[in-house]
């Protein structure tokens, strides 16, 4: 045991934290592309809302339900002589019409003259198919009904567009709408010109172990020190959780909404608090310097430099696991949470609420129930070297598929769920072409999607130094050359699949 000392006078916690966090399974709040966050972000008055008569169950017949879902339309830079239609594809979050002023695709649509659509994916955001979230509906969240969705879309604007029969139509997505981005054009290729497919997981995994190794990649890119760090406060942590003093401790120094002395017995609370901490830096990985996090100007700026400058700090004589504290100290401030809370009955029961109008539904219910269903793509303190620990193993994520949906999500389920879904799509080896794959190099995702290729019709982009959806953010003055550069290759061969 590591020989340190901690002097306190008094024991506390604050209450008031919310069972559902900010960051989890590899998700932020609100989606992983959300909306765009620039200070020289257009805002338009315009209402670009509009509402599409959609099918339940495209893959049965007899099934003839129907249900209204959300999307948008800019007609603001359409040129009918040039023929071409932009479609951004909606994901795991509620669909936003910023994203119909802002961002690259608008740049790309201002050049090419282009009509803009924007569907919201069902299940998200005010897509509502079914009365409730309850398993017995979310059958019908699969990937597969959310492509025939956007077929069903696209056959349908033809019509109430007056598109012409060769209309060209180009497909952009993000994180997991950047997966759908290539399957769409995989699975309907007749529909779809080409797809730009941004920060897309295409290998369906269940332990997804290689995420956390990225994020210690990021941090020793920025500091070997600041790497050295957490893992030694990681360390300090195991020692405090064996005794009573030391549990006190951690419960005052990370702010934890419960006191962790009453949860010493219980393997998934503790489980759970280390994927809190571990989560903490992941958050900011995946979207280092995309200006993507935040309620406002100051908060947007933590990055892994800010981290780093906190962990590396060796000057102020703090013990790592202090630093560990400030950490998430700061994630709460960032992310207005008043307390840390780790409690897994809490985080269970929020995800078993199947109403709509539950804090879960704005998307952490149905994003887990696809990975428990298709995906997997748990971030498990599996792959050693591991800074962060080993208390979050891939058994943890499985046992909460079947606690949150019932029995029959055990691991032999999700098994041939992932088998299933790299079956139907091929996984990394996807014959596809008028594709582009783009990722970068600190978003961890990158290690589920094609960085490499050696085919010209569907090359990628591999971006150094950039994070998750970096690409199609609106540009700014701080850009890497490397993004500018990737930001124009997107665009010649946005022209090339169109043949200007």
Same mark, same amino acid.
């Given at each position: ?12 916690w ?19 592309l ?34 209204e ?15 071409t239609?932009? @479609? ?42 079914t ?31 007056? @598109? ?19 399957? @769409? ?21 269940t ?15 920025i ?9 030694r ?16 401790? @951690? ?85 207005n ?26 998307g ?58 790299n ?11 008028n ?5 970068g190099s ?9 960085t ?34 990737a ?14």
């Open positions: 045991m590591n020989n340190f000392t901690f002097f306190l006078v008094v024991f506390c604050v209450s008031g934290g919310s069972s559902w966090r900010f960051f989890h399974n590899g998700r932020i709040k609100g989606g992983n959300g909306s765009p966050q620039h200070r020289s972000l257009i805002k338009e008055s315009r209402n670009f809302t509009r509402w599409f008569t959609q099918n339940l169950d495209h893959f049965d017949p007899t099934n003839r339900k129907t249900w879902q959300r999307y948008y339309v800019n007609d603001e830079f359409f040129d009918r002589s040039k023929n239609v932009f @479609l951004m594809i909606g994901g795991e979050g509620e669909a936003t019409d910023k994203w119909m002023t802002n961002g690259t695709w608008i740049d790309y649509a201002r050049d090419f003259g282009a009509l803009c659509f924007q569907l919201e994916h069902r299940f998200y955001g005010k897509s509502h198919p009365e409730d979230l309850s398993t017995e509906n979310l059958r019908y969240l699969t990937s597969e009904q959310a492509l025939a969705d956007l077929a069903t879309f696209i056959y349908a604007m033809h019509e109430e567009f007056d @598109l012409q029969p060769d209309v060209n139509w180009i497909a952009f997505g993000g994180s997991y709408p950047g997966s759908l981005a290539a399957w @769409l054009r995989l699975k309907y290729p007749h529909l779809v010109r080409g797809s730009v497919s941004t920060s897309g997981p295409l290998l369906a995994l332990d997804f172990d290689e995420y956390y190794k990225v994020v210690g990649e990021d941090l020793r890119t500091s070997e020190d600041c790497y050295s760090a957490v893992k406060g990681t360390a300090q942590v195991d020692s405090l959780l064996q005794h009573m003093t030391g549990q006190r401790t @951690l419960t005052e120094m990370f702010k934890l909404c419960d006191p962790i002395e009453d949860s010493i017995e219980n393997g998934n609370d503790i489980s759970n608090f280390y994927d809190n901490l571990a989560g903490n830096f992941a958050g900011i990985a995946q979207y280092n310097k995309d200006n993507r996090i935040g309620q406002s100007p100051e908060k947007l700026n933590v990055t892994l430099d800010t981290l780093c400058g906190i962990m590396g700090n060796e000057q102020s004589n703090m013990l790592e696991i202090t630093r560990l504290a400030q950490v998430n100290a700061l994630i709460l401030n960032m992310t949470q008043t307390c840390t809370d780790y409690v897994y009955s809490k985080m269970i029961d929020e995800m078993r609420n199947i109403s709509w109008d539950s804090e879960s539904a704005e952490g219910r149905q994003w887990f129930y696809q990975t428990c269903n298709e995906f997997g793509f748990y971030q498990t303190s599996s792959n050693k070297p591991q800074i962060f620990g080993d208390k979050f193993p891939v058994e943890f994520y499985i046992r909460q598929c079947a606690e949150v949906f019932g029995p029959n999500y055990n691991a032999s389920y999700l098994e041939e769920g992932t088998k299933r879904t079956t139907i799509y091929g996984a990394l080896d996807i014959e596809v072409s594709v582009v794959f783009v990722h600190v978003d961890p995702w990158h290690a589920l999607g094609i490499k290729s050696y085919n010209e019709n569907a090359p990628a982009i591999f971006i150094k130094g950039t994070a998750h959806c970096a690409n199609m953010y609106p540009k700014s003055e701080n850009d890497l050359p490397q993004l500018q550069a930001r124009e290759q997107i665009r010649q061969l946005i022209s090339t699949w169109l043949k200007y």
